[in-house]
Protein backbone atom coordinates (compact mmCIF):
# COMPACT_ATOMS: atom_id res chain seq x y z
CA UNK A 1 0.00 0.00 0.00
CA UNK A 2 1.99 3.22 -1.25
CA UNK A 3 1.08 5.55 1.55
CA UNK A 4 2.04 9.73 0.83
CA UNK A 5 2.28 12.05 4.02
CA UNK A 6 1.08 15.67 3.75
CA UNK A 7 2.15 17.58 6.59
CA UNK A 8 3.79 21.14 6.94
CA UNK A 9 5.65 20.29 9.86
CA UNK A 10 8.54 18.70 9.40
CA UNK A 11 8.66 17.18 13.46
CA UNK A 12 5.40 15.64 12.60
CA UNK A 13 5.85 14.17 8.85
CA UNK A 14 9.13 12.41 10.96
CA UNK A 15 6.88 11.06 14.06
CA UNK A 16 4.36 9.25 11.43
CA UNK A 17 7.23 7.88 9.21
CA UNK A 18 8.85 6.42 12.31
CA UNK A 19 4.99 4.43 13.68
CA UNK A 20 4.73 3.86 10.33
CA UNK A 21 7.43 1.37 10.07
CA UNK A 22 5.74 -0.85 12.34
CA UNK A 23 3.42 -1.54 9.39
CA UNK A 24 5.58 -3.32 6.34
CA UNK A 25 2.59 -3.31 4.19
CA UNK A 26 2.82 0.47 4.05
CA UNK A 27 5.43 2.07 1.81
CA UNK A 28 5.88 5.89 2.59
CA UNK A 29 6.76 6.89 -0.88
CA UNK A 30 6.75 10.46 -0.34
CA UNK A 31 6.16 13.57 1.63
CA UNK A 32 4.62 16.80 0.60
CA UNK A 33 4.14 20.19 2.55
CA UNK A 34 1.59 22.11 0.69
CA UNK A 35 -1.39 21.04 -1.34
CA UNK A 36 0.85 22.04 -4.50
CA UNK A 37 3.37 20.05 -3.83
CA UNK A 38 1.06 17.22 -2.54
CA UNK A 39 -0.72 17.52 -5.81
CA UNK A 40 2.45 16.61 -7.87
CA UNK A 41 3.36 13.78 -5.93
CA UNK A 42 -0.45 12.10 -6.32
CA UNK A 43 0.56 12.83 -9.38
CA UNK A 44 4.20 11.33 -9.86
CA UNK A 45 3.25 8.62 -7.67
CA UNK A 46 -0.23 7.70 -7.59
CA UNK A 47 -0.25 6.65 -3.74
CA UNK A 48 -3.19 4.51 -2.77
CA UNK A 49 -3.55 6.13 1.05
CA UNK A 50 -2.90 9.61 2.08
CA UNK A 51 -2.01 10.60 5.51
CA UNK A 52 -3.49 14.51 5.14
CA UNK A 53 -3.13 16.72 7.77
CA UNK A 54 -5.83 20.17 7.62
CA UNK A 55 -4.33 23.62 8.61
CA UNK A 56 -1.92 24.34 5.89
CA UNK A 57 -0.08 27.13 3.90
CA UNK A 58 -1.68 27.95 1.01
CA UNK A 59 -5.01 25.97 0.34
CA UNK A 60 -5.68 23.30 3.60
CA UNK A 61 -6.49 19.43 3.52
CA UNK A 62 -9.89 19.86 2.37
CA UNK A 63 -9.54 22.21 -0.61
CA UNK A 64 -6.58 19.42 -1.77
CA UNK A 65 -9.15 16.94 -1.92
CA UNK A 66 -11.05 19.11 -3.72
CA UNK A 67 -8.68 19.87 -6.30
CA UNK A 68 -7.63 16.38 -7.03
CA UNK A 69 -8.76 14.60 -10.35
CA UNK A 70 -9.98 11.55 -11.31
CA UNK A 71 -9.81 9.09 -8.55
CA UNK A 72 -9.18 10.31 -4.39
CA UNK A 73 -6.60 7.91 -2.87
CA UNK A 74 -8.26 6.51 0.62
CA UNK A 75 -7.44 9.13 3.56
CA UNK A 76 -6.48 9.19 6.60
CA UNK A 77 -6.57 12.90 8.51
CA UNK A 78 -3.99 13.65 10.65
CA UNK A 79 -4.70 17.26 12.66
CA UNK A 80 -4.33 18.57 15.87
CA UNK A 81 -7.81 20.08 15.78
CA UNK A 82 -11.27 18.08 16.78
CA UNK A 83 -12.90 20.70 15.17
CA UNK A 84 -13.10 19.64 11.49
CA UNK A 85 -14.22 16.11 12.35
CA UNK A 86 -17.83 15.89 10.71
CA UNK A 87 -16.78 17.89 7.58
CA UNK A 88 -13.67 15.21 6.84
CA UNK A 89 -16.41 12.26 6.89
CA UNK A 90 -17.82 14.17 4.32
CA UNK A 91 -15.23 13.97 2.56
CA UNK A 92 -15.24 10.30 2.88
CA UNK A 93 -12.18 10.03 5.39
CA UNK A 94 -11.32 6.63 6.33
CA UNK A 95 -10.47 8.23 9.87
CA UNK A 96 -9.60 11.08 11.76
CA UNK A 97 -6.30 10.71 13.70
CA UNK A 98 -5.82 13.82 16.48
CA UNK A 99 -1.58 14.93 17.01
CA UNK A 100 -0.08 13.49 18.67
CA UNK A 101 -0.99 10.09 17.08
CA UNK A 102 -1.76 7.07 19.23
CA UNK A 103 -0.41 4.38 18.21
CA UNK A 104 -3.65 2.06 19.47
CA UNK A 105 -5.44 4.49 17.26
CA UNK A 106 -3.09 4.62 14.62
CA UNK A 107 -3.35 0.39 14.19
CA UNK A 108 -7.13 0.85 14.17
CA UNK A 109 -6.95 3.32 11.38
CA UNK A 110 -4.83 1.26 9.14
CA UNK A 111 -7.09 -2.11 10.09
CA UNK A 112 -10.29 0.31 8.62
CA UNK A 113 -7.89 0.95 5.49
CA UNK A 114 -6.93 -2.41 4.99
CA UNK A 115 -10.50 -3.31 5.32
CA UNK A 116 -12.23 -1.16 2.92
CA UNK A 117 -9.24 -1.54 0.35
CA UNK A 118 -10.15 -5.42 0.28
CA UNK A 119 -13.81 -4.50 -0.32
CA UNK A 120 -13.37 -2.09 -2.78
CA UNK A 121 -11.32 -5.02 -4.81
CA UNK A 122 -13.70 -7.25 -4.88
CA UNK A 123 -16.44 -4.68 -5.59
CA UNK A 124 -14.65 -2.98 -8.65
CA UNK A 125 -13.81 -6.93 -9.97
CA UNK A 126 -17.89 -6.97 -10.41
CA UNK A 127 -17.69 -3.64 -12.01
CA UNK A 128 -18.72 -3.89 -15.93
CA UNK A 129 -17.21 -1.24 -17.96
CA UNK A 130 -19.35 0.68 -19.76
CA UNK A 131 -18.30 1.05 -23.72
CA UNK A 132 -19.81 3.64 -26.46
CA UNK A 133 -22.13 0.52 -27.56
CA UNK A 134 -23.81 -0.03 -24.60
CA UNK A 135 -27.10 1.52 -23.66
CA UNK A 136 -28.35 3.17 -20.38
CA UNK A 137 -31.35 3.50 -18.73
CA UNK A 138 -31.68 7.56 -17.73
CA UNK A 139 -34.74 9.32 -15.10
CA UNK A 140 -34.52 12.69 -14.64
CA UNK A 141 -38.03 13.32 -13.41
CA UNK A 142 -40.74 12.34 -15.40
CA UNK A 143 -38.52 12.04 -18.42
CA UNK A 144 -37.02 9.15 -18.92
CA UNK A 145 -34.41 7.64 -21.88
CA UNK A 146 -32.83 4.97 -22.87
CA UNK A 147 -29.41 5.87 -24.77
CA UNK A 148 -26.47 4.36 -26.52
CA UNK A 149 -23.52 6.15 -24.69
CA UNK A 150 -21.92 6.81 -28.08
CA UNK A 151 -24.61 9.66 -27.96
CA UNK A 152 -23.22 11.30 -24.58
CA UNK A 153 -20.90 13.79 -25.75
CA UNK A 154 -20.01 14.91 -22.52
CA UNK A 155 -20.66 14.27 -18.32
CA UNK A 156 -20.67 17.60 -16.36
CA UNK A 157 -20.73 17.35 -12.28
CA UNK A 158 -23.32 19.32 -10.70
CA UNK A 159 -22.42 18.99 -6.86
CA UNK A 160 -23.92 15.51 -5.99
CA UNK A 161 -25.41 15.13 -9.43
CA UNK A 162 -23.98 14.69 -12.65
CA UNK A 163 -25.77 16.45 -15.88
CA UNK A 164 -26.02 14.51 -19.42
CA UNK A 165 -25.27 16.21 -22.53
CA UNK A 166 -26.80 14.41 -25.79
CA UNK A 167 -28.89 15.16 -29.01
CA UNK A 168 -30.73 18.03 -27.21
CA UNK A 169 -31.38 17.01 -24.03
CA UNK A 170 -29.41 17.46 -20.64
CA UNK A 171 -31.04 15.36 -18.08
CA UNK A 172 -29.03 15.41 -14.69
CA UNK A 173 -28.85 11.59 -12.35
CA UNK A 174 -27.97 11.38 -8.90
CA UNK A 175 -24.30 9.66 -9.45
CA UNK A 176 -20.89 11.27 -8.52
CA UNK A 177 -18.42 12.18 -11.53
CA UNK A 178 -15.84 9.55 -9.72
CA UNK A 179 -18.53 6.68 -9.52
CA UNK A 180 -18.80 7.45 -13.25
CA UNK A 181 -15.51 7.22 -14.56
CA UNK A 182 -15.09 4.07 -12.98
CA UNK A 183 -17.39 2.41 -14.70
CA UNK A 184 -16.28 4.25 -18.19
CA UNK A 185 -14.26 2.89 -20.96
CA UNK A 186 -11.11 4.36 -20.77
CA UNK A 187 -10.27 4.30 -24.50
CA UNK A 188 -13.68 6.60 -25.59
CA UNK A 189 -13.97 8.83 -21.94
CA UNK A 190 -11.34 10.90 -20.94
CA UNK A 191 -11.68 12.47 -17.45
CA UNK A 192 -10.77 16.14 -19.02
CA UNK A 193 -10.87 17.86 -15.16
CA UNK A 194 -12.31 17.90 -11.51
CA UNK A 195 -15.95 18.93 -13.45
CA UNK A 196 -16.11 17.06 -17.07
CA UNK A 197 -15.53 13.71 -19.13
CA UNK A 198 -15.44 13.96 -22.93
CA UNK A 199 -16.30 11.72 -25.09
CA UNK A 200 -13.02 11.42 -27.08
CA UNK A 201 -14.97 10.34 -30.74
CA UNK A 202 -17.07 14.17 -30.11
CA UNK A 203 -13.98 16.02 -30.43
CA UNK A 204 -13.87 18.58 -33.22
CA UNK A 205 -11.08 20.88 -32.11
CA UNK A 206 -7.96 20.79 -29.72
CA UNK A 207 -6.02 24.15 -28.78
CA UNK A 208 -3.38 24.79 -26.42
CA UNK A 209 -4.56 27.09 -23.17
CA UNK A 210 -3.62 28.98 -19.95
CA UNK A 211 -0.96 27.17 -18.00
CA UNK A 212 -0.20 23.62 -20.13
CA UNK A 213 -3.85 22.69 -20.47
CA UNK A 214 -5.97 22.69 -23.84
CA UNK A 215 -8.80 23.39 -24.94
CA UNK A 216 -11.23 20.85 -27.20
CA UNK A 217 -14.37 21.87 -28.71
CA UNK A 218 -16.96 19.25 -28.81
CA UNK A 219 -19.27 18.78 -31.95
CA UNK A 220 -22.45 20.70 -30.85
CA UNK A 221 -20.20 23.44 -29.68
CA UNK A 222 -19.21 23.25 -26.12
CA UNK A 223 -15.96 24.14 -24.82
CA UNK A 224 -14.28 22.25 -22.05
CA UNK A 225 -11.46 22.53 -20.79
CA UNK A 226 -8.57 20.05 -19.98
CA UNK A 227 -6.30 20.72 -17.44
CA UNK A 228 -2.56 20.60 -17.44
CA UNK A 229 -2.12 17.28 -15.60
CA UNK A 230 -4.48 15.80 -17.73
CA UNK A 231 -3.76 17.35 -20.73
CA UNK A 232 0.11 14.91 -20.09
CA UNK A 233 -2.77 11.82 -20.25
CA UNK A 234 -4.42 13.07 -22.77
CA UNK A 235 -1.77 13.64 -25.45
CA UNK A 236 0.24 10.33 -23.94
CA UNK A 237 -3.29 8.69 -24.85
CA UNK A 238 -3.82 10.41 -28.45
CA UNK A 239 -0.31 10.12 -29.73
CA UNK A 240 1.29 7.57 -32.03
Known amino acids: MKALIIDDERLARNELKRLLEAYPKIDVVGEAVNAEEALDKIEQLGPDLLFLDIQMPGKNGFELLASIEGNVPDVIFTTAYDEYALKAFEFNALDYLLKPI ?139
Open 102 to 240: DTNRLAEAINKVEDYQKTETVRKENVKILTEQDQVFVKDGEKCWFVKLSRIRLFESMGNYVRLHFDDQKPLILKSLNALDERLDPHTFFRANRKHIINLQWIEKIEPWFSGGLQVTLKGGDKIEISRRQAIRFKELLSL
